[in-house]
């Protein structure tokens, strides 16, 4: 564990420096967004490794595998990260959010069989979507920069900040035996890609500029979170002639464009969140 901890320190130490080098070369009309040239190259690259390596493995893991089979690994992979869901709820002062949190992994762990069945959403309670950079935002961190990570994808300074305490709670790397961590980290990364699939084009028709919509649509997603629902999604760098209008469609691939930049980004199922309200919540 010492080890994975050691290169998701030594990985952000590398992005920060890279974006710093970078900083004086970049230019950008956009102030959440000084960093836009090394940000457009690192939106690229994470593109061709999506492209190239895990849109391919998404595809045979859909092609090979029945669809409540899929539907079993990801309530599995739901069920691990629930835990440090209920801890940032209660940090955030939400302590009836954090033990509704509890009760779905203790549900969902005995009755639910580890996790493969979602008998706690059948029973009333909500899938929650908590992480610690969300919790820095509620006590009133301020949210920073807007970065691309390599692998890691879109992120504000804070979220980034805050992005080695999330992946050391959540469910691969808290498990210490190098090969079960692995498979679960590789079968989370496909599985949650395999869901976003389909998505993409949908994307390609919303806009014109599609690192600018990525970016826009993730500052106002983190920001929505962040008050619990209580602001406006708007794409503040389109207008009318420029971009479709929003909606479920349109927010559905800008949401599957940001997860599937995170290869191995928090919270997979964002964009099932946003199209069904009622079982995934804030």
Request: charged content about 25%; glycine content about 10%.
């Amino acid at each position: 564990m010492q080890n994975v901890f050691r290169s998701s320190r030594v990985g952000m130490a590398v992005a920060a420096l890279a974006a710093a080098l970078l900083a004086g070369c970049a230019t950008t009309g956009n102030p959440d967004d000084p960093l836009e040239g090394y940000n457009r190259a690192m939106f690229s690259f994470n593109d061709q490794v999506d492209k190239i390596v895990v849109k391919p493995a998404a595809q045979v893991y859909e092609a090979v595998l029945p669809s409540p089979v899929r539907t079993g690994v990801g309530n599995v992979l739901g069920n691990l990260g629930d835990p440090w869901i209920a801890l940032n709820n209660m940090l955030q002062g939400k302590f009836a959010e954090g033990m509704s949190d509890l009760m779905r992994f203790a549900l969902n762990s005995t009755w639910g069989l580890l996790g493969l069945l979602d008998i706690a959403s059948e029973a009333g309670l909500p899938k929650h979507d908590e992480d610690l950079g969300q919790t820095l935002g509620r006590w009133g961190v301020g949210e920073g920069a807007y970065i691309v990570l390599p692998f890691f994808g879109p992120r504000t300074v804070r979220d980034a900040v805050a992005l080695p305490a999330d992946f050391m709670a959540n469910e691969p790397f808290s498990i210490d035996h190098v090969a079960t961590r692995n498979t679960v980290l590789g079968t989370r990364i496909v599985h949650g890609r395999s869901v976003l699939l389909g998505a993409d084009r949908t994307l390609e028709d919303a806009a014109l500029d599609r690192y600018a919509f990525v970016r826009d649509f993730y500052l106002e997603q983190r920001r929505y979170k962040v008050s619990d629902g209580q602001r406006e999604r708007v794409y503040e760098d389109f207008d009318e002639q420029s971009a479709a209008p929003l909606g479920d469609e349109v927010d559905t691939a800008a949401a599957a464009a940001v997860e599937r930049l995170e290869l191995v980004g928090i919270g997979d199922l964002d964009f099932v969140r946003m199209t069904a309200p009622s079982t995934y919540e804030n």
